[in-house]
């Protein structure tokens, strides 16, 4: 049988837990490389959070040299000019300027409206057409420090959360997912200076949701699965890699599912019609799709069943009483278990149906 | 037993129908956020050095947001957005045309102050010794420089009162007395700087004619009032000839007192107001300086004519109804302040918008080609329980666009082609459920109502957790944040809503169907066990 059809028909059995060292230490390299270049090559910080204002025009035909020439004297070196998909972009970091000017004795207000006027004259657009934002330094650290604030909240509700509803070993093995994802996304910005906007600030956000749910969906069938160490004295390991095998196709489907729209705003949205705005989401977006996925099965995984093999006790599995997955109950052609309903009182016999 | 679950799917189907008709019907649509429809954005922060704090700043901001809503709905714009965010004032503009004017409205942040002329000085400022020599047989009682004035006129409106000589007498060293200078010497003084325009100064200010340009300079005096003793103003556009400004002053002391102290000491031209005329200055701007013909006026009786078109009228009238905030606000154009400003043009917005929608309608077709090509008529059911999850978001969405002014803005459309995603997945756990049962020995129909209770809880676990999440960040954060919050929450809410009503009754019935239940390239799911054999 072909793997696509084993596949398909739910029957792989990826050997996930020798898989588990070697894909973790190359999700540790990458982790090492994210986080030092984090650490040494720093974000790209977007004009939110230096302070600084940004043009856009509609515009075709334009050379940068050009709108270089007609911007004031005293902005036209740091101004970020970009041309493409017919929009005229600039973008200047205004606090910097606004500190020169202000020593010369004008007022930094004067600047944004030089700028727009002289974009006015090289466009040939109305004034009206010109889409112009200014911001203070502050405003972008605000909102990353409420966000910032919001997460550490995040990280306890749900560490209580997945601990009160599954294990503690799983919550500490979904939020050291979640970490991952977010820090090897934001380690990648670091590495290719993508810049980092409030919308990216919100892309990193949803990796964070996506991530977890996605890890959620994990446990829940490792949860539902756990009973085979009583009944049928399977290791916690063999458990858990059983789970992440019924689970990969729908892990597999969901990722494609989830990754198909975004790489349609990535390509379409921002590549074809040219919205720039829209890069910034879905770039963020589409990097940590792709690794939340993958480190609910490789991250997530390992380490709730390590924490459970060093940490988790034994005898108390066998005396808990587990809601057995009903799909379960039946004959696995992959394992030799044969479980009787009576055999754990725990499970309620099937319900009749009341009218048949 | 058919009946059983045709019921309920019909009910789901006419209730999420019923409700997107009556959100047609009530004309609720979605409102779009300035960055799709463009518009103008101000956010407001308090200069650092301002005095207050704690309940007075508070107190104080709340005013200021009450003030400029007025100010802008006076601005005709349709769906304006006026919120406090902590210490910050957020002011949403989206659709409105001319971005520079709302600009100024909603920025003018000073104190508006009546002061008397009293002196009118040419357009430059005239170097003393010439000055000297130009003015040397002038009076000193009367106005400087021989220009000719168009200012406007303040006719009388109020009874001629024999009582004028007696109405309110000014304070001694307002207005233009003991200004430490002779009118003279101002023709060849500077305009007065912004740092300098204080209440107890004399200040110069140019007036602009309707290009923007200087025609004649004002000395003015100290202000004999404030925007304060105003109750309200309105325009008019009086016998149908000309527009008017229509002043309504505070009874009592603070109020219609300190104007009439102004217009008698005006019109009696006493060494207070020489020129007989009042000005009325906002912000270093000349709005207005009529010229007084009554010394006496009822408070709600005062009548501004002169050279107004609609907007200046209109504009002045606003200046006096909300001229001063309790605040001073940093500049939104300045960098350096917290405040700032987005102008977002009409069409790149829609650019926006067009890309935002193409791209989610191309995402949506290629995900729904692969759910059809995996599972079949299982995938067609999800496409179908998406539409359903869907129509309802918009109808909320409409819904709070309507009652709450929310606006969809970009994050919010990018939100909701990542939930596209995230939607289909509880489908997906579903199916995959459904097919590991069948494998395992059970028939479709058994499968299809065993597995769901299943798979909906864990959709459900893993869904409250994102409902959690985004509570978390709706209630602790600000701005796009939040509205990015509420939309995955809503999505996360309506997904399960419509995988229980709908995705569970559609697949329940699609069970049923002998037709599919034998073919396995229809329903997507393996022939069962029992059936192979």
């Known amino acids: 049988m072909s793997v696509l059809r084993r596949m398909y028909r739910n029957e792989t059995s990826v050997p996930f837990a020798k898989l588990w060292k070697p894909v973790g230490l190359c999700s540790l390299l990458v982790l090492i490389i994210s986080v030092s270049s984090l650490g040494f090559r720093g974000l790209n910080l977007g004009l939110e959070f230096e302070g600084g204002g940004a043009w856009e025009v509609e515009a075709s035909g334009i050379e940068v040299e050009q709108v270089r020439n007609a911007l004031p004297q005293s902005v036209s070196d740091a101004a970020r000019i970009q041309t493409g998909g017919g929009v005229l972009r600039v973008r200047i970091e205004l606090s910097k300027a606004a500190q020169t000017s202000l020593q010369e004795g004008e007022s930094g207000g004067d600047i944004v409206q030089e700028v727009t006027a002289a974009l006015v004259v090289v466009t040939g657009q109305d004034e009206s057409a010109i889409s112009v934002s200014t911001a203070g330094p502050s405003w972008g650290e605000e909102i990353t420090d409420k966000a910032i604030n919001a997460l550490i909240v995040f990280f306890i509700v749900i560490a209580l959360y997945i601990t009160i509803r599954l294990r503690w070993e799983m919550a500490v093995g979904a939020l050291l997912a979640v970490a991952h994802d977010i820090l090897i996304t934001i380690g990648l910005y670091a590495l290719f200076q993508f810049e980092v906007t409030p919308p990216t600030v919100i892309a990193f956000l949803t990796i964070m949701g996506y991530s977890l749910y996605d890890t959620l969906v994990v446990f829940d069938k490792v949860r539902d699965n756990e009973h085979m160490l009583a009944n049928s004295k399977l290791t916690y390991t063999l458990v858990v890699e059983k789970a992440l095998n019924q689970v990969f196709m729908r892990s597999v489907n969901t990722s494609i599912t989830s990754i198909l729209p975004v790489v349609s705003v990535l390509v379409v949205g921002s590549g074809i019609m040219g919205a720039a705005t829209l890069r910034e989401f879905a770039l963020a977006l589409l990097i940590g799709l792709i690794i939340g996925t993958f480190s609910s099965l490789f991250v997530a995984a390992p380490t709730a069943t390590f924490l459970r093999n060093r940490f988790g006790d034994a005898d108390s599995d066998s005396n808990r009483s587990y809601r057995l997955s009903e799909a379960v109950k039946k004959k696995s052609k992959n394992s030799q278990v044969v479980v009787k309903t009576p055999s754990n009182p725990a499970i309620p016999p099937r319900p009749r149906k009341k009218r048949k | ?533």
């Open chain 2, 1 to 533: 037993m058919k009946r059983q679950v045709l019921l309920p799917l019909l009910a789901i189907l006419i209730i999420v129908g019923g409700l997107f008709g009556w959100s047609e019907a009530a004309g609720n649509d979605v409102l779009l956020g300035l960055d799709l429809k463009g518009g103008a954005e101000v956010v407001l922060e308090p200069v650092e050095d301002t005095e207050l704090s704690g309940d007075a700043l508070d107190e104080a901001l709340d005013k200021s947001v009450e003030i400029i809503r007025n100010r802008v709905d006076g601005l005709g714009v349709a769906e304006p957005d006026i919120t406090r965010q902590g210490n910050r004032i957020v002011v949403q503009l989206p659709g409105v045309e001319d971005q520079r004017r709302a600009l100024e409205v909603v920025g003018q942040t000073a104190e508006l102050r009546f002061r008397p002329v009293c002196a009118i000085l040419p357009a430059v400022p005239i170097k003393l010794d010439e000055a000297n020599n130009q003015t040397s047989d002038g009076a000193n009682d009367g106005p400087v420089g021989i220009l000719p004035t168009d200012q406007d006129e303040l006719p009388a409106e109020g009874p001629e009162g024999s009582e004028s000589s007696t109405m309110g007498s000014t304070p001694d060293g307002i207005g233009c007395e003991n200004l430490g200078f002779v009118p003279q010497d101002a023709l060849g003084m500077e305009n007065t700087e912004a740092d300098d325009d204080e209440a107890e100064n004399s200040v110069i200010f140019p007036l602009l004619d309707s290009e923007g340009n200087p025609y004649q300079r004002l000395l003015l005096g100290r202000t004999m009032l404030t925007g304060a003793s105003l109750e309200t103003a309105d325009a008019s556009f009086a016998g149908g000839f000309e527009w008017q400004v229509l002043p309504v002053f505070r009874s009592g002391a603070d109020g219609i007192d300190l104007f009439n102290a102004a217009a008698n000491a005006c019109y009696n031209r006493n060494s207070k107001c020489q020129t007989g005329q009042l000005a009325i200055v906002l912000d270093g701007v000349i709005e207005s300086a009529p010229t007084v013909n009554t010394p006496f006026f009822e408070r709600d009786q005062i009548v501004i004519s002169g050279n107004f078109d609609q907007n200046r009228a209109e504009d002045t009238a606003l200046v006096l109804k909300y001229g001063s905030l309790p605040l001073e606000f940093g500049d939104p154009t300045d960098p350096t302040s917290g405040s700032r400003v987005r102008l977002v043009s009409a069409t790149l917005g829609q650019d926006s918008l067009d890309a935002g929608v193409t791209a989610g309608l191309v995402g949506l077709a290629l995900v729904a080609l692969y759910m059809i090509a995996y599972y079949k008529l299982l995938g067609l059911a999800a496409m179908l329980s998406l539409a359903v999850s869907g129509t309802m978001l918009w109808v909320i969405l409409s819904w709070l666009s309507e009652t709450r002014s929310l606006a969809l803005t970009l994050a919010g459309v990018v939100g909701l082609i990542v939930s596209i995603g995230t939607s289909l997945d509880s489908n997906v756990v579903y199916f995959e459920h459904l097919k590991e049962d069948i494998r395992n020995g059970r028939t479709l129909r058994s499968a299809v109502d065993q597995s769901f209770p299943i798979a909906f809880k864990t959709i459900f676990w893993a869904n409250l957790a994102s409902i959690i999440g985004a509570a978390i960040l709706y209630f602790l954060t600000v701005g796009s944040v939040r509205g990015f919050a509420l939309m995955l929450g809503l999505a996360s809410i309506l997904d399960l809503v419509a995988t229980y009503f709908f995705l569970r009754p559609v697949v329940k019935l699609m069970g049923m169907q002998k037709a599919i239940q034998d073919r396995s390239w229809l329903s997507g799911l393996p022939l069962s066990v029992g059936e192979e054999s």
